[in-house]
């Protein structure tokens, strides 16, 4: 019974995290900019603009730039983040369904994953404690924002229990996690620090599409930063619809 309801739990949470963010997504695509907004100083060709995307994607320059105690924290959890995600990509694959060139990421990063989780919730506390802190942070802060970095923050802490406090199997959840992605559904640990761990992440999951973690893609359509600093060369012009009267210009 309790492997069929987190079997159902995870294909449920997919299903959500994978709708929502194709749904969200393609409002953020849909939706128009015809005006330009983008943050000077800005790039004034499109491949600068994309440029610019990108190294606020790798960098984070905007929030460096803004500041560097909250830039430190950030780039920290983030970092510490992928270095985590890549850790557990050994819990979905199988080396014998991938060559050895994309299997040695995983192999790698399996020594500094471990210390990465540290960090990872090192860095989440740092920023919650900004949230108390500093009075105009916390002026702007509502309950989502506490609760986002409460459950982050358990997603990490639990992880590492289960490293270092109460061990599972991972040999079985493991095959528990491959067995879903074939629909062969493998036994379930019953430990509770792992069903603890899982429960959070598939909650994380079914909140992500819809919370202010969206940021992650969303960064890909904000306007102030892909658009080019060209509004001379580009203007918008709108028109007018078919039989509406123009408006005299003054002096006519």
Same mark, same amino acid.
């Not at 009075?135 to 506490?146: E, K, L």
């Not at 493991?174 to 598939?202: R, S, Y």
């Given at each position: 019974?309790? *492997? !069929?309801?987190?079997?159902?739990?995870?294909?449920?949470? *997919?299903?959500?995290?994978?709708?929502?963010?194709?749904?969200?997504?393609?409002?953020?695509?849909? !939706?128009?900019?015809?005006?330009?907004? #983008? #943050? !000077?100083?800005?790039?004034? !060709?499109?491949?600068?603009?994309? @440029?610019?995307?990108?190294?606020?994607?790798?960098?984070?320059?905007?929030?460096?730039?803004?500041?560097?105690?909250?830039?430190? $924290?950030?780039?920290?959890?983030?970092?510490?983040?992928?270095?985590?995600?890549?850790?557990?990509? %050994?819990? @979905?694959? +199988?080396?014998?369904?991938?060559?050895?060139?994309?299997?040695?990421?995983?192999?790698?990063?399996?020594? $500094?994953?471990?210390? #990465?989780?540290?960090?990872?919730?090192?860095?989440?506390?740092?920023?919650?404690?900004?949230?108390?802190?500093?009075?105009?942070?916390?002026?702007? /802060?509502?309950?989502?924002?506490?609760?986002?970095?409460?459950?982050?923050?358990?997603?990490?802490? /639990?992880?590492?229990?289960?490293? $270092?406090?109460?061990?599972? +199997?991972?040999?079985?959840?493991?095959?528990?996690?491959?067995?879903?992605? *074939?629909?062969?559904?493998?036994?379930?640990?019953?430990?509770?620090?792992?069903?603890?761990?899982?429960?959070?992440?598939? /909650?994380?999951?079914?909140? @992500?599409?819809?919370?202010?973690?969206?940021?992650?893609?969303?960064? $890909?359509?904000?306007?102030? %930063?892909?658009?080019?600093?060209?509004?001379?060369?580009?203007?918008?012009?709108? %028109?007018?619809? *078919?039989? #509406?009267?123009?408006?005299?210009?003054?002096?006519?």
């Amino acid at each position: 019974m309790q *492997t !069929t309801i987190y079997a159902l739990l995870f294909y449920a949470a *997919t299903a959500v995290f994978a709708a929502g963010l194709v749904f969200r997504l393609w409002g953020y695509a849909k !939706t128009p900019a015809p005006l330009k907004v #983008a #943050a !000077t100083p800005a790039p004034v !060709t499109r491949g600068g603009a994309a @440029f610019r995307v990108l190294r606020e994607v790798v960098l984070f320059e905007s929030l460096f730039k803004s500041n560097k105690w909250i830039w430190l $924290f950030g780039y920290a959890f983030h970092g510490a983040l992928v270095l985590v995600a890549v850790r557990h990509l %050994r819990y @979905f694959i +199988d080396p014998a369904w991938v060559p050895d060139l994309l299997w040695l990421p995983v192999v790698l990063a399996q020594p $500094f994953g471990i210390y #990465a989780g540290f960090a990872m919730v090192a860095a989440l506390a740092a920023l919650w404690a900004r949230r108390f802190i500093v009075p105009r942070v916390r002026y702007i /802060s509502d309950i989502s924002d506490h609760l986002m970095l409460a459950l982050l923050i358990l997603v990490g802490a /639990s992880g590492l229990a289960m490293k $270092f406090i109460a061990r599972t +199997d991972i040999v079985a959840v493991k095959a528990f996690f491959l067995g879903l992605m *074939t629909f062969n559904i493998q036994p379930l640990p019953a430990d509770p620090a792992l069903l603890v761990h899982l429960a959070l992440v598939a /909650s994380l999951m079914i909140i @992500f599409p819809f919370s202010k973690l969206l940021h992650a893609p969303g960064v $890909f359509f904000s306007p102030s %930063r892909n658009q080019a600093d060209n509004p001379r060369e580009r203007r918008y012009v709108p %028109r007018l619809r *078919t039989g #509406a009267a123009s408006t005299p210009a003054a002096g006519e």
